[in-house]
């Protein structure tokens, strides 16, 4: 992992807090949706605060797909999940809300959860990259190998 | 009613959350690494494959499915129960479905992760 997959992580874990805290603030202006009015749900994106949450939460689609191109699903989703760590802190510094023990607790098992994939490798299986709209199924000979398992042959065969 | 709707709503968000999340994570592994690929061929290059990627479509598509179901469910119930309830079925869905479709190796490091996050994100909800 290097500086710029952490910023990567990073930017999925802010823009996904704050796009989702911009969202929250712009639907309750909008009120209650009902399917019976489908123009209605469409035009909830009129909505200034709901506007900016999805701007927010494109440059967060941004970097997780970064993220997605480099390091498994289960690595990249607890990873960036300190982001509900973050909507917390947003609650008690800007919404003045009580952050009650249970809360606390809740953000002991998310650091937790989190501090238990960061030790692991990002990729804990082999890719072949191979050029788009080629989607032949070719087996892949190391399922379960993680990316350092690789270098570290291929580094035993080259001898290097 | 209030609740059939928010639950309806959550279920419906937490399918389409993971079907969006396997399926985009199957194209990004098939295009490879966007950083290094933009280097080498440039921005343009990296947007036209992604978007040319069928799997990474019907995934925007599950996503956009998971967005709407969303905000229905925030239109019925508040973020403090909608938001950790989602995300985190969510998050145990994903690693089920990660081993199964990605055949990802989710040891029992990852499955810790994923119920611990879970666990918490509940937690933020009491």
């Known amino acids: 992992m290097n500086l710029r997959k952490y910023l990567v992580l990073g930017g999925v874990t802010i823009f996904s807090a704050i796009g989702d805290t911009l969202l929250s603030r712009g639907m309750k202006q909008v009120g209650s949706l009902s399917l019976g009015h489908v123009f209605q749900v469409l035009l909830t994106i009129l909505n200034p605060w709901v506007a900016l949450g999805i701007l927010f939460l494109l440059a967060f689609f941004a970097c997780y797909m970064t ?70 199924a070719t087996p892949d000979p190391h399922p379960h190998a993680t990316i350092e398992d690789i270098r570290e042959t291929v580094s035993t065969r080259t001898g290097s | ?82 938001g950790p309830a989602a995300a985190s079925l969510t998050f145990v869905g994903n690693a089920f479905a990660a081993r199964i479709f990605l055949r990802e190796n989710v040891d029992r490091r990852r499955w810790m992760a994923a119920f611990f996050v879970a666990g918490g994100v509940l937690l933020l909800a009491v």
Request: hydrophobic share 50%.
């Open chain 1, 67 to 136: 993220a997605l191109s480099w390091a498994d699903l289960t690595y990249v989703l607890p990873a960036t999940s300190l982001g509900y760590v973050l909507l917390a802190v947003i609650a008690k510094y800007q919404l003045h809300e009580q952050i009650t023990t249970a809360r606390w607790l809740g953000i002991l098992l998310i650091t937790m959860g989190v501090g238990f994939v960061a030790g692991g490798p990002e990729l804990t299986h082999h890719h072949v990259h191979r050029p788009t709209g080629d989607s032949r």
């Open chain 2, 1 to 82: 009613m209030k609740a059939l709707y928010t639950w309806s709503s959550v279920l419906a968000v937490v399918l389409a959350s993971v079907s969006g999340d396997v399926l985009l994570s199957h194209a990004m592994k098939k295009i490879g690494d966007l950083g290094e690929l933009r280097r080498r061929r440039g921005v343009l290059t990296v947007i036209g494959r992604v978007l040319s990627t069928r799997a990474f479509l019907l995934g925007l598509g599950c996503m956009a499915i998971a967005f709407y179901s969303l905000l229905f469910a925030l239109s019925w119930n508040d973020v403090s129960l909608v």
